[in-house]
């Protein structure tokens, strides 16, 4: 298998020159032999690039500077229609250029991997191509929805509740801070700012996701009231620390209604203390959110759940993201309450063109008038049929084997300490490490030196990225400068994956 050849997917001659005006459902056919053709050559094409994302001999990207890259395309959206033909060339430069982000050597990203299963329920989603809001237009999507959001909220160990997909982990911290608002001061949606008695002050650790601190600049504290609680060496937040600064901000006159405890946090994967800081939150009379965008995967897990997630059931919300850890296609995001009832009371407009309440059925099945949006994409089904493929204990093992593979990788680290140096013992799949080049072996490790190793971070990555052989990120953070932090969150992933990851890293950077 070599990359998408651009000019393999000919249509025949007579096809080639229609336009979108000659195909369904400009023409009144229900059965034309030129769409049908066309839709082969697209799902053609569409199974090469699933078959080369999983060559190993393949790169993962062919890179190009934006403006060379807006040389190789043709961009403009032209004032006469395109041939067919022109428009499956245009699919496949497309396919040609994007970085694979299913190649078993992209460790870059949160989310990493194409699951085949979930990609077909993705195609089936674009196919049906409904809105969610109400069950009059979706009525096996939301009875779907409700199955597997129910069996999710049983997984964090709750009976009832409520729960819904939304656009993307930060919008699913913002339900959860507008949900507890809306539960302690419930006047504050019709009368805003006035229904407060003073300024709200949310909690949140210096590793958490800029989401959350997003939150307080949108809903109107203002970043200044989120406070920022330090964490301990290992990334995880300091309970004694949340303490002294609610204290510090009561005395100050404000109030203090949440807390965000991050459950693998974005960088290095921590996890913060879930039980201490939840007393300390119910000792202050504030909401408990736990942010598990990220390591919420290993709730499935029987042997990673523990200590990591132990007392999750004590949040009264918990964001989840399948996009993530578990491989369901992009996106995929989950939040879940433990109190029923409060996202509808929360976020309800009552729109009568949409939500009648004079309806043929049951209309607590119209999810849409839970949400600050109107329309809502379909990100059920492809986690349900997901799901299916693998049943709850496939999936319980799908995550005990990435983070077999993340001690495998840290195991070689520990076994090749002249070259890399672990930076920390990892809680999720995310590793942490500085490569060292030869210049710097046998060197005391100071300092000096980790600028040193900083500076050399940036020189691999250009390097991974021209070779086009390995995607693995890097950045600094408030301790310390620029490090390589991989993740493995792709099924694809093998041992010998790990393995070619940190001789790649060698072989590009070794003569640094
Ligand atoms: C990724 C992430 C988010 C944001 O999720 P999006 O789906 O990218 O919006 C929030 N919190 C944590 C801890 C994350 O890792």
Redesign the pocket.
Known sequence: MTSINVDKYKLSDKTARLTAKDIIPMIQSSDSAETREFLQKVSELLIDYVNIQNDRKEKILDFHHPEDMKKLLKLDVPAEAVTLQQLLKDCAITLKYQVKTGHPHFFNQ?SCGLDVVSMAGEWLTATANTNMFTYEIAPVFILMENVVLTKMREIIGWNGGDSILAP????A?LYAFLAARHRMFPDYKEHGARALPGELVMFTSDQ??Y?IKSCAAVCGLGTDNCVMVPSDENGRMIPTELERLILERKSRGQIPFFVNA?A???VIGAFDPINAIADISEKYNCWFHI?A??GGGLLLSKKYRHPRLSGVERADSV?W?P??LMGALL?C?TIHFKQDGLLISCNQMSAEYLFMTDKLYDISYDTGDKVIQCGRHNDVFKLWLQWRSKGTEGFSKHMDHLMELTEHQVRRIKQQSDKFHLIMEPECTNVSFWYIPRRLRGVPHDARKEQELGKICPIIKSRMMQTGTLMVAYQPDDRRPNFFRSIISSIAVTEADVDFMLSEIDRLGQDL
């Open positions: 949160l993307g982990g930060s919008i911290n958490s996701h989401s991050t693998g946090t974005t942010d965008a990220w964001t993201n996009h993530k996106q995001s």
